[in-house]
């Protein structure tokens, strides 16, 4: 009788959960949002305004911005930023990147002044960016993609 009881009242209570969550009254857990990442491709400057004639002014105009979202500086040697072909740009010394602050990576040639600097140049004799579509990665000192940045064929610029 005890067990009878017990069953029916569990049923009763199964019952007014599902008919709770028809109604919308308890929300049901979706996918996790994903994590922004420490060091965020933020905008993609891929097709440098003006003629495509291969001058350094014209190359410097194709860049890419990484920003820190932490609130802690991260120091940047050793990472790497690459394109769909694998040219590679790889911070070789020590760049400290303060929360909040961005970091523009220029294709063309340059000087790669004080290790805080906010510009830093590939100095590449080509351009990297495809304007037809490519996709930026960044990765940490061991080879972990932290973020990538895709776009296609129309226009210029894509914020990532």
Not at 24 to 30: H, S, V
Not at 70 to 90: C, Q
Not at 95 to 124: C, E, F
Request: proline share 5%; glycine share 8%; net charge positive.
């Amino acid at each position: 009788m005890i067990r009878r009881a017990l069953s029916r009242a569990l049923a009763l209570r199964a019952t007014a959960v599902v008919a709770a969550i028809a109604a919308g009254a308890f929300a049901i857990p979706g996918p996790a949002q994903a994590a922004t990442p420490a060091i965020q491709i933020t905008k993609v400057q891929y097709n440098s305004p003006g003629p495509d004639n291969r001058s350094n002014a014209s190359r410097n105009a194709e860049w890419v911005r990484l920003t820190n979202t932490t609130k802690s500086t991260i120091n940047l040697k050793n990472w790497t930023l690459r394109d769909k072909a694998n040219h590679v740009y790889k911070f070789t010394t020590d760049y400290r990147l303060a929360p909040g602050r961005r970091v523009y990576i220029h294709t063309g040639n340059g000087t790669n002044g004080k290790p805080d600097a906010q510009h830093r140049y590939w100095n590449s004799g080509n351009y990297i960016w495809n304007n037809t579509g490519d996709t930026a990665t960044v990765r940490n000192p061991a080879g972990k993609t932290i973020d990538t940045c895709k776009w296609g064929s129309k226009g210029s610029v894509t914020y990532c």
